[in-house]
């Protein structure tokens, strides 16, 4: 009876596999051998096209920070701080825009896995002091992101791109106000703190940045030029205004003005769409690189930059600028070449 219950299921199990019940010992195996073969492909392929689950990985993620940060863990990992780490996120963050700008796919995924790291990290070391975990995080950027975009998941709507961010600023602003409702109700009766539209904006920014989200801030509710060219008047004023206070010998006073002509082209910069903070690194980066070139220049003639008189470093520097614009020009060549 056993054996024929058995017979039964086997022969089931067969039709399944799309076995013959009479297939051979040595049959079964190669037919086998094929199926594991034709799962590996299926796999690689679901995993070449992003089949796989990013949540699972971000817990593998997660569980691997936590046990770098066991008395059996990395000595280092275990020292850190949200104090110590705070070099290394900005580090991250530049060298994730350096990889972007790269062009490299592997390298810019890689520089987002060593800044989601950092997040990460983060989220341990408050993990052990119970103040919040990665799971807050996560549910709370997902959250965030639902309540801010009502045109998608809600009854609002949106008919373009600016009215989205006049929204965006709008529930943020209520967001403010309940937290600090909520903030004041829990410490009891005391001093109001005023909101202000600019709440939120880190005082910790590098100045080009804060001066950014300053004024793209102020013109999401309509405080902005009607105009590009009303913003270089405004430059142009602020820089007769420091030419004057130069005349004044006021160090505090050319201080001022020289921080008045910066903002104003902040402001230049996100009038016209532009973030000043990545311009002023690129601008940065060819200045270094121009510079490199010219001591270059000066070795071939067996002398020091430090050491060529002012005028012909000026005629370095125009040759080291025709030499990268030239390269720039045959690369371009080339890169359309390949596509043609």
């Not at 509710?221 to 205004?241: M, T, Y």
């Not at 050491?307 to 012909?312: A, H, I, K, N």
Request: aromatic share 6%; glycine share 6%.
């Amino acid at each position: 009876m056993l054996c024929a219950r058995a017979l039964i299921k086997c022969n089931a199990l067969f039709r399944v596999l799309n076995f013959d019940s009479i297939e051979t010992p040595l049959g079964l195996m190669r037919k086998l051998r094929k199926m594991q073969r034709t799962s590996k492909k299926k796999l690689v392929v679901r995993a070449k096209r992003g089949g796989e689950s990013a949540g699972v990985w971000f817990e593998k993620l997660v569980e691997l920070q936590a046990r770098l940060r066991t008395e059996k863990g990395c000595p280092w990992d275990i020292e850190q701080t949200h104090l110590s780490l705070r070099t290394y996120l900005i580090e991250e963050a530049y060298e994730v825009l350096e990889a972007l700008e790269s062009g490299n796919d592997a390298k810019f995924a890689e520089e987002l896995g060593d800044l989601l790291l950092q997040v990460v990290f983060h989220a341990q070391i408050a993990t052990e002091e119970g103040r919040f975990t990665a799971v807050d995080v996560v549910r709370e950027i997902h959250q965030k992101m639902v309540r801010r975009h009502p045109h998608v998941f809600g009854r609002k709507s949106a008919r373009n791109a600016a009215e989205v961010l006049k929204n965006w600023e709008q529930i943020k602003a209520e967001e403010r106000r309940a937290k600090g409702a909520e903030k004041e109700s829990g410490e009891g009766a005391g001093e109001k703190k005023t909101i202000s539209f600019l709440d939120g904006i880190p005082h910790t920014l590098p100045a080009v940045m804060q001066g950014f989200q300053l004024t793209r801030r102020a013109s999401r509710i309509g405080f902005d030029w009607e105009s590009v060219e009303g913003v270089i008047e405004k430059v142009q004023e602020e820089l007769a205004e420091l030419c004057k206070a130069r005349e004044s010998q006021s160090a505090q006073q050319v201080e001022e003005e020289v921080g008045d002509v910066l903002f104003a082209a902040v402001n230049l910069a996100r009038f016209l769409k532009v973030d000043p903070e990545i311009a002023l690194k690129r601008t940065n980066n060819k200045f270094s690189s121009r510079f490199r070139e010219m001591e270059r220049i000066a070795r071939v003639s067996r002398r020091k930059l430090a050491d060529v008189p002012r005028d012909e470093m000026e005629s370095l520097w125009d040759r080291a600028k025709n030499s990268q614009q030239g390269g720039g020009q045959v690369a371009g060549a080339q890169k359309a070449a390949r596509k043609r």
